[in-house]
């Protein structure tokens, strides 16, 4: 009696546990899920940038000289025409001494002909009319002598020949006078000269001039790559000079996210050194040049007052723009969506136990959140990550897990993953 009842416990055992095993092979499956809901939704983008004011100079020289001064020194505020290096110019003022030499001399030379000279023309000009009117005079007795028989024609032919050599002297002499002329040959060639020897005066004034290196403006000085006693040459930088004016940011963005970005977009900004000081920044520009090496697009920012103390030239810092915003938006997580290019998106929903494919119109997205803009309401549940194909059956699993998710899509933009794409 008692194998009896054992045997009959047995068999019910067994079958209980067949109907255990059959029931466990054949529930539906657990999937992640979420219930579409309303939540704000914002997209940024993170990058670095670097500070940088608007202009930036490199000082050199124009000449190849010993340096003999370097008066500024990294980090120093400079004023326009103050002194920054100064190179040795003995030769220089010596080349300069010997041109202003030949200008006077050229200048002294043209006042000569101008005074002097053209008195000394003139009256060799009038003496020579003088003497030519004494040979003529002297001719045409001769030529009453000769008619009357009193003397020989050998005697003309001489007293002609003075007459000659008087009107070639005059001719000469007018010449002479006509060259001392302000619009003489005699005056210009002087002028030519003065004025070549004032051209080398101010060339050598210039070269001179070029030993001491000024600031072209007011600035910083940024670096200071030359000493006292090196030999420089033309071509080469001395002092690297950030020109007065307002500081910027300016980033390499990937020209993939070129699209989210626009003048005036408020950013933050937060550097590494200072994480408590966040300060605010905005698009100021963006270039019309895409770099095709790098594939990136230069973005330029400006900084409104009042200016972290803290801010260096080239300073790395953390910028997160704010490129579109919802303040209420239907949202699921992004990898929620299915589909392809040609068959659309669409999402997966658990109805009544299984599972239902729902075409759906997308708005504003990011990396872990998207926004549905129609073809879903609030409330349903949107299944996520593997799942049974549309009609089978399903259990949706909407735990907090999945709820904690949802709000990191929805609530968190997705500048971290960017970042990693994009800093560089």
């Known amino acids: 009696m008692l194998r009896r009842h054992l045997i009959s416990a047995a068999v019910l055992a067994a079958v209980l546990l067949a109907a255990f095993a059959a029931w466990w092979m054949t529930r539906a499956p657990l999937v992640p899920a979420v219930s579409a809901r309303m ?40 004023k326009a025409g103050d002194v920054l290096v100064r190179l040795e110019s003995d030769e220089l003022r010596a080349s300069l001494a010997q041109t202003q030499a030949g200008e006077r001399q050229a200048a002294a030379r043209l006042a000569g002909l101008r005074s002097t000279g053209r008195s000394a023309a003139q009256a ?14 002297e001719l045409q007795r001769t030529l009453d002598l000769v008619a009357k028989g009193f ?14 050599v008087a009107q070639a002297q005059l001719d000469g002499a007018r010449a002479q006078s006509a060259a001392n002329a ?18 080398a005066r101010a060339a050598a004034e210039a070269r001179l001039g070029e030993a001491v290196l000024t600031a072209p403006a007011d600035a910083r000085v940024l670096s200071r790559m030359v000493e006292p006693g090196q030999i420089v040459q033309p071509g ?13 940011l300016v980033a390499q963005v990937d020209e993939r996210y070129l699209g989210q970005l626009q003048p005036g977009q408020v950013a933050a900004v937060l550097a590494d050194a200072y994480p408590t000081q966040r300060f605010t920044a905005r698009v100021l520009s963006i270039a019309p040049q895409v770099d095709a090496q790098r594939g990136a697009i230069e973005v330029k920012f400006s900084l409104p007052p009042p200016l972290p103390a803290f801010l260096r030239e080239d300073m790395t810092l953390s910028v997160e723009v704010e490129t579109a915003r919802r303040e209420q938006a239907l949202v699921v997580p992004a990898d929620a969506l299915r589909g392809d290019e040609s068959t659309g998106p669409s999402v997966w929903l658990a109805r009544d136990g299984r599972v239902q494919a729902r075409k759906v119109r997308l708005g504003l997205r990011t990396l872990d959140a998207v926004e549905i803009l129609d073809g879903l309401s609030a409330g349903e549940v949107v299944l996520f990550g593997p799942a049974p194909q549309p009609g089978q059956r ?13 709000s990191k899509g929805t609530k968190e933009d997705a500048g971290a993953a960017m970042s990693s794409a994009m800093g560089r």
Do not use: N
């Open 182 to 199: 302000e619009p003489g040959t005699d005056v210009a060639q002087a002028q030519a000269q003065l004025a070549l020897a004032s051209a």
């Open 39 to 78: 939540a704000p939704l914002v997209r940024t983008l993170q990058f670095s940038a670097r500070v940088a004011t608007a202009s930036r100079v490199e000082v050199g020289s124009t000449l190849t000289g010993r340096v003999l001064q370097v008066a500024v020194s990294e980090g120093a505020q400079v």
């Open 236 to 248: 080469r930088a001395l002092l690297g000079l950030a020109l007065a004016g307002p500081l910027q």
């Open 394 to 406: 399903v259990r949706a699993d909407t735990g907090a897990r999945a709820s904690a998710r949802v």
């Open 151 to 164: 003397i020989s024609e050998a005697r003309l032919d001489e007293v002609r020949r003075a007459v000659a």
């Open 124 to 137: 060799g000009v009038a003496q020579a009319e003088s003497v030519l009117a004494a040979a003529q005079a």
